[in-house]
């Protein structure tokens, strides 16, 4: 069986386990039983649970509050093990995304510690507060893994951040120099040439944007990108995955199908 767990610090937890027991039943899996025998949902409050997962989910909420919790309880490091380390397949919703981010900003000095994983930059509450949140239909060209009819997701934005920069990758050969290795932009996603330019430089992958809400997308070069290109809502780097909205507070489980099947591979390919 596969564990899948959700950590449940605090923020949208339960919901996001609600909608892996629907969507558990439509990942199509080329294991044998039932796929409700085989997946195992659970909650993370601690190392012990954490360490009996597959894969985990960081899921929206606050941010802050969840790495200060995380701190006091020790899970900060067994939490970057797990994606840095093991990498493990991870998906960070909203708040989520935050922890995952390399680096993010409006976090005061020494105050919140993130997780780490994404090579990005993400801009927190981003479209402005509470009352400013709002629902886009959002094309994610990669669920026609899951479904070939394309139709939009209702992404939900919560005081939601944007991937605001993608940091170049560096690994210990290429000190300073931005490494050009295997980057592939979901294949169907149609961008704007300059945006494509920027995004290969990094092993990041642009998976969903959200267009025209705002002004400029800078790329590590310092030069600034289009107005029309849109902000990058979601986001792939090796086993982490984020995306800036709540798919858990929809009814719409193709996001947590899709991310399901990616989770089934890697296990398999263990
Ligand atoms: N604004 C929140 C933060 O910075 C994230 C909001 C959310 O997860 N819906 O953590």
């Known amino acids: 069986s596969v564990t899948v767990g959700v950590l449940a610090l605090q923020g949208a937890f339960s919901e996001h386990l609600q909608l892996f027991k629907v969507a558990a039943n439509q990942v199509e899996s080329h294991h044998e039983g039932s796929a409700k025998k085989y997946w195992t949902f659970i909650e993370v409050r601690t190392q012990k649970e954490l360490s009996s997962c597959d894969a985990l989910v960081i899921p929206g909420g606050e941010s802050t509050a969840i790495s ?36 993010a900003n409006r976090t005061k000095q020494g105050g919140q510690e993130l997780i780490g994983g994404l090579d990005v930059r993400v801009n927190r509450n981003h479209f402005g507060r509470q009352i400013e949140s709002f ?21 939900i934005f919560i005081r939601a951040p944007i991937v605001e920069k993608l940091l170049p990758t560096v690994d210990g050969e290429q000190q300073g120099e931005a490494s050009i290795t295997g980057t592939v932009i979901a294949p169907s996603l149609q961008i ?16 969903g944007i959200l267009p ?9 070069l310092g030069s600034e990108l289009d107005d029309e290109a ?6 792939r780097q ?3 995955f984020g995306t800036s909205f709540h798919p858990e507070l929809t009814n719409d489980p193709r996001l947590h199908i899709w991310w399901l099947q990616q989770v089934d591979a890697a296990v398999d390919s263990r």
């Open 68 to 103: 200060l919790v995380a701190q006091r309880c020790n899970m900060l490091e067994p939490l970057r093990d797990f994606v840095k380390v093991l990498r493990k397949p991870t998906w960070g919703t909203c708040a989520g995304l935050i922890l995952l981010a390399e680096s």
């Open 135 to 155: 629902q886009a239909d959002l094309d994610l060209p990669f669920l026609n893994e899951v479904t070939p009819d394309l139709v939009p997701f209702k992404a």
């Open 192 to 207: 704007d040439k300059s945006v494509a330019k920027a995004v290969h430089l990094h092993d990041v992958e642009v998976m």
């Open 212 to 220: 025209g809400r705002t002004k400029k997308v800078k790329n590590d």
């Open 230 to 235: 849109g902000d990058i809502v979601a986001v």
């Open 238 to 240: 090796a086993n982490v």
